[in-house]
């Protein structure tokens, strides 16, 4: 069985870009989590997703956002990007309902110059 | 909000010492707390976890205990191998929503 993938695993962008993760969760499973990782924050929730809907969401700003599609691969969305905003983000995806059993993908490490 | 935090830091012993790692957490309502191994280079992976409702279980060589009172539960590792040199968190889930708060996170380091 996959695992978790996520892509483009390394990327590099300038300041007031934008920039779009792609995550694609285990075969069958439903729910779907993004988290930020920094040295500084440490690992802290940017939001979960289950059939398509997102169920809660973190203390970010607007400018982080995400969608869970029908086939549950979601893909979150960080705009006019900041220095602050290099981090590893990680998408885990979870067999149940809730925020149990996760599975996490390596991750998408961004670069902000 | 649920706050989470985690000691110590850093952790070096010896192969063959235990390791034990605390976490506390804030929120009497969280009702579920996974341990995650995260290696170089590599995502967390749940090692071990614990619902609210039990108050120790053991996975080999991995321990984990809650104390729902005092709202703190720990991580022990005994005969630890050079394989066991990682960063560990420990979170807790809300059960209020669906919401994942972790720990500062454990360098652990094993010497052979």
Redesign the interface.
């Known amino acids: 069985k996959a695992g978790v993938t996520q892509t483009p695993r390394y990327l590099i962008k300038t300041r007031g870009q934008q920039v779009t993760l792609s995550c694609s969760p285990i075969s069958g499973h439903r729910s779907v989590s993004w988290y930020q990782q920094t040295p500084g924050q440490g690992l802290q929730f940017l939001f979960e997703y289950f059939s398509e809907t997102q169920r809660n969401k973190g203390n970010f700003p607007g400018r982080f956002s995400g969608r869970q599609f029908s086939n549950s691969r979601s893909e979150m969305n960080v705009s006019t990007l900041e220095l602050g905003d290099s981090a590893l983000y990680l998408c885990a995806s979870s067999p149940g309902t809730a925020l149990t059993e996760l599975f996490f993908g390596e991750g998408s490490r961004l670069t902000v110059l | 909000?649920e706050n989470v935090e985690q000691h110590p830091s850093t952790l070096s012993v010896q192969e063959g010492d235990s390791a034990v790692i605390k976490c506390t957490y804030s929120d009497s309502a969280s009702n579920?707390f996974?341990w995650?191994k995260q290696e170089l280079?590599?995502?967390?992976?749940?090692i071990i976890?614990i619902r609210s409702n039990v108050g120790e279980k053991k996975d080999q060589r991995i321990a984990v205990t809650l104390n729902k009172t005092a709202k703190h539960f720990s991580l022990h590792i005994t005969e630890t191998q050079p394989e066991d040199s990682a960063v560990y968190?420990c979170a807790a889930?809300e059960a209020a929503?669906?919401?994942?708060?972790?720990?500062?996170?454990t360098r652990v380091l094993v010497k052979p």
């Open positions: 909000g579920y996974p995650y280079g590599k995502g967390p992976q749940l976890d968190f889930v929503g669906n919401k994942l708060t972790f720990g500062g996170g």
